[in-house]
């Protein structure tokens, strides 16, 4: 809004948006103005690169995607209840990215939708009442999707109801069944599923579906493994139950390998949905399944923008873009794990990576003060990254497909510089705040005292150590 000062428009957002609508940074909110390709720019005229924004699937404004926006909005907008060429030239184009037998498309607005719809066209065909889930998933914002993200239901203090069953993440680095330690973790994390499904039968639930991320973003980027998806695809079926694959985050060229996250697994999902990333952020969604249920609707706008980013994929070659600079990032990541203790691990496959952070490697510990502090040293040094996962201490780098191979060099050695000077901190008692003044204006003076006199937990094996920094998260409740 023309006109208002930065400090003007945070003070609106808190007068007139609602606190569940969080910053990216709450502690030390930036003012993006532009983004083009891979870039974000502030107020100030400031570069940022953008390792975060996997919604902008082929880059902020891509000019190609946005003169098709453009160029369609000049001819019609009408919904699909009018005949319109765009909407079958778009779905012909899409579907031609899935197996043959994925054969139909019913268009929705957004990836919340897209998954209320999966659920609800399983319920039906079933005739069941009950969804499997993968503990700490996240799949929407509808009541539907809402009730099977664990992870939302956990830091809500919101119990699970009674006909979701909430299957253990099968995380072999950090979870209850680790690599080293159980003989097969695969088959206990089977088991312990089974169990699970067998439980809820007992009780009079029969199972309608299964709905799963091939590769579990919000768990904190957890490739499953081995066989771990297939096995788990033919367990619920087994219980009468049908398999939704999320690919709101995974989908559409990220893993570099293939199209979708699902075909890396070696698995057939009943349905496929997709997000706004098919739209390069542009409201729209789908979901995918096969020929025996009716076609959905959708308008000429957004079909126009789907075609357009399809087009772009293809063009620029990003499928093979995705693989070999996610190959590039994870080297990257892997070397600086071997010269720094607080990479715990590294995972992923093409632009779709997680780092890990542990304050001890040997007990990994998950450490969310490290990531979250390292994300604000990267926003001062202009490089936008996440953390998440269910004890937020993952780095999660899933940037717009443009990004280069000049961007994934600078940003892992960005990175390497960034945690030697964190790690210098902690060694050295050192708050770990270069100017608390400017990362914390927003708690003010009390919990800024408070910042630079708190310390984190840096217990190391065989000896007891002070503690440096607690989380921006917690001291904002102190308020």
């Known amino acids: 809004m023309s006109g208002l000062s930065?400090?003007?428009a945070l003070a609106l957002r808190q007068n007139f948006v609602g606190r569940a609508c969080q910053l990216h940074y709450e502690a030390d909110p930036v003012k993006m103005c532009k983004g083009s390709m891979q870039y974000l720019y502030d107020d100030k005229?400031?570069?940022?690169?953008?390792?975060?924004?996997?919604?902008?699937?082929?880059?902020?404004?891509?000019?190609?995607?946005?003169?098709?926006?453009?160029?369609?909005?000049?001819?019609?907008?009408?919904?699909?209840?009018?005949?319109?060429?765009?909407?079958?030239?778009?779905?012909?184009?899409?579907?031609?990215?899935?197996?043959?037998?994925?054969?139909?498309?019913?268009?929705?607005?957004?990836?919340?939708?897209?998954?209320?719809?999966?659920?609800?066209?399983?319920?039906?065909?079933?005739?069941?009442?009950?969804?499997?889930?993968?503990?700490?998933?996240?799949?929407?914002?509808?009541?539907?999707?809402?009730?099977?993200?664990?992870?939302?239901?956990?830091r809500l203090g919101v119990d699970k109801s009674d006909d979701v069953i909430i299957l253990p993440c099968p995380d072999v680095y950090r979870g209850v069944f680790q690599e080293g330690r159980d003989p097969d973790p695969v088959g206990s994390y089977l088991d312990a599923s089974e169990r699970l499904l067998q439980e809820a039968t007992n009780k009079g639930h029969r199972i309608a579906a299964l709905i799963s991320e091939a590769l579990l973003s919000f768990a904190g980027m957890i490739i499953p493994p081995g066989d771990y998806l297939y096995r788990l695809y033919m367990l619920i079926r087994r219980y009468g139950g049908l398999c939704i694959a999320d690919e709101i985050q995974t989908g559409l060229g990220r893993c570099g390998t293939a199209w979708w996250g699902f075909q890396t697994q070696g698995v057939f999902p009943d349905f496929v949905t997709i997000g706004k990333p098919i739209?390069?952020?542009?409201?729209?969604?789908?979901?995918?399944?096969?020929?025996?249920?009716?076609?959905?609707?959708?308008?000429?706008?957004?079909?126009?923008?789907?075609?357009?980013?399809?087009?772009?994929?293809?063009?620029?070659?990003?499928?093979?873009?995705?693989?070999?600079?996610?190959?590039?990032l994870l080297d990257g990541f892997r070397a600086l794990q071997q010269k720094h203790r607080l990479i715990?691990?590294?995972?992923?496959?093409?632009?779709?990576?997680?780092?890990?952070?542990?304050?001890?490697?040997?007990?990994?510990?998950?450490?969310?003060?490290?990531?979250?502090?390292?994300?604000?040293?990267?926003?001062?040094?202009?490089?936008?990254?996440?953390?998440?996962?269910?004890?937020?201490?993952?780095?999660?780098?899933?940037?717009?497909?443009?990004?280069?191979?000049?961007?994934?060099?600078?940003?892992?050695?960005?990175?390497?510089?960034?945690?030697?000077?964190?790690?210098?901190?902690?060694?050295?008692?050192?708050?770990?705040?270069t100017n608390p003044s400017a990362i914390y204006s927003a708690f003010g003076s009390r919990q800024q005292m408070l910042l630079e006199d708190i310390l984190v937990d840096r217990t190391f094996p065989g000896e007891e150590q002070p503690q440096v920094l607690n989380s921006i998260h917690d001291l904002q409740e102190l308020d």
């Open 6 to 8: 930065f400090e003007e």
């Open 45 to 154: 005229g400031d570069e940022f690169l953008d390792c975060v924004s996997n919604v902008c699937h082929v880059g902020h404004c891509q000019p190609d995607v946005v003169a098709s926006g453009r160029d369609e909005m000049f001819n019609s907008s009408f919904s699909s209840s009018a005949d319109g060429l765009e909407m079958s030239l778009y779905s012909k184009k899409l579907l031609a990215t899935f197996p043959p037998e994925l054969s139909v498309c019913f268009f929705v607005n957004s990836g919340s939708e897209a998954n209320d719809l999966a659920l609800r066209m399983a319920r039906e065909l079933t005739r069941a009442d009950a969804v499997c889930c993968i503990d700490n998933s996240y799949h929407g914002n509808v009541s539907s999707s809402m009730d099977v993200s664990p992870l939302k239901l956990k």
């Open 279 to 328: 739209g390069n952020g542009y409201p729209m969604a789908a979901v995918i399944t096969t020929q025996h249920i009716a076609q959905y609707g959708s308008n000429p706008l957004v079909c126009a923008i789907g075609l357009a980013v399809l087009n772009v994929i293809e063009k620029e070659k990003y499928l093979l873009h995705a693989r070999t600079l996610g190959r590039v």
């Open 344 to 433: 715990g691990d590294v995972r992923g496959i093409g632009l779709w990576i997680g780092v890990e952070m542990v304050s001890d490697r040997l007990r990994k510990t998950p450490s969310k003060e490290v990531a979250e502090l390292l994300a604000y040293r990267l926003k001062e040094r202009r490089v936008i990254i996440g953390f998440d996962g269910p004890d937020r201490n993952v780095m999660t780098i899933t940037p717009p497909l443009c990004f280069s191979t000049e961007n994934a060099h600078g940003l892992v050695s960005l990175f390497g510089e960034l945690l030697t000077e964190i790690e210098d901190d902690i060694d050295s008692g050192r708050p770990m705040a």
